[in-house]
């Protein structure tokens, strides 16, 4: 971990507090219509940085969660609420993270270096994506075009706002929340989306 990455995660509550108090990536947007999509999540699959594939239909009665993470940023420490969330909801919820070099190049690692940084330092043993791109461009990531394009997912076009972006489907692949940075994984809406 270098000195800025530990000065991030001592100033992450710091910052979330922060954020909350004015304001800045606090938004959750919700499927309150509860809008199928259109094509199936289930038809994709993410390429993990271990370099396999996670066939997302073998995630079938399971929530999922998405997030775009990064390692030198102000909500890094989110790896280490999003791991104690994967711990507590194993039967029933999987976390797939997308390291991403989106937001002022704050994923400059190679896939083992982020996974090496992710293990030592947070614990993280949830999946992994191959490192990607996740904002609108002709690169992005097939998940995150699904996750961002209501002519696939059925109602949302929200774009990722910063690192560590969420987006939550339910046991039948429909797309049900977006949540901003600010919002912790931890937060009481995403744990009553969750339970």
Avoid at 20 to 38: A, E
Avoid at 61 to 68: D, E, Q, R, S, Y
């Amino acid at each position: 971990m270098t000195s800025r990455q530990k000065v991030l995660r001592i100033f992450y509550p710091f910052w979330v507090w922060f954020a909350k108090i004015i304001g800045r990536n606090r938004k959750i947007i919700k499927n309150n219509k509860k809008d199928s999509p259109i094509q199936p999540v289930y038809d994709l699959s993410v390429p993990l940085n271990s370099g396999q594939e996670l066939p997302l239909q073998t995630l079938k009665g399971k929530k999922i969660l998405f997030v775009n993470t990064a390692s030198d940023c102000g909500y890094t420490g989110q790896y280490d609420e999003l791991q104690k969330l994967s711990q507590q909801f194993s039967n029933s919820l999987t976390i797939i993270g997308f390291p991403a070099n989106d937001f002022k190049d704050q994923e400059k690692g190679s896939d083992d270096e982020i996974a090496q940084f992710c293990q030592i330092n947070f614990g993280v043993t949830f999946p992994l994506a191959k490192k990607s791109t996740v904002v609108h461009s002709a690169n992005q990531q097939e998940i995150f075009k699904w996750l961002t394009d209501k002519s696939r997912n059925g109602w949302n076009e929200k774009q990722p706002s910063w690192n560590f972006s969420k987006y939550l489907l339910d046991e039948n692949g429909v797309l049900i929340a977006y949540f901003d940075p600010s919002v912790s994984p931890l937060n009481e809406e995403v744990l009553k989306f969750i339970k």
